[in-house]
């Protein structure tokens, strides 16, 4: 690997949850994965490190996709406040709660109705793609009652 190197060592925070010379992201590439209101910002990402940091936000009423895949998330709220599910468990979410998303669990993050989620997550750079739930799965998460007031957005 080269001595020399021009690579950006240092970003600046900007107004609003922005960096110098990071882009504001569509959340998911995937056209299909259902979603609402939700932006996504790449914050480090490196061959040389394993995992990737990204900043995502998720407009007041939004939400980001219900999925699950084998890779992990360590997450941190870092802006508003809102609710996750993961897994059956419903947690309200607010300013620098920490989340571990295990593997192979849902996982869904909803932003308070009138304040946006902000969070930092932290992901294996090398990863499998999330699977979304069949409508026999979707029915039997709502079987609980509290699950299916999350995912309905009550
Ligand atoms: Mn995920």
């Known amino acids: 690997m080269s001595e020399s190197t021009n690579e950006t060592t240092f970003r600046a925070a900007r107004e609003g949850f922005h960096w110098d010379g990071v882009e504001t992201r569509r959340y998911k590439d995937e056209p299909n994965a259902p979603y609402r209101e939700v932006t996504r910002q790449i914050l480090f990402s490196d061959p040389r490190l394993k995992g990737e940091l990204r900043y995502f936000e998720v407009a007041p009423g939004g939400y980001t996709t219900l999925e699950k895949h084998e890779h992990m998330h360590a997450v941190l709220v870092l802006r508003g406040g809102g609710a996750c ?6 947690r309200a979410l607010k300013l620098n709660d920490l989340v571990t ?9 909803r932003a308070g109705k009138d304040e946006p989620l902000g969070f930092l997550c932290l992901v294996n750079a090398e990863r499998d793609r999330p699977q979304l739930p069949s409508d026999s799965e979707l029915a039997e998460m709502k079987r609980d009652p509290t699950v299916r007031a999350f995912l309905e957005g009550k």
Do not use: E, R, S, Y
């Open 85 to 90: 599910l993961i897994g059956d468990d419903v």
């Open 101 to 109: 998303v295990p593997p192979w669990t849902w996982h869904q993050f």
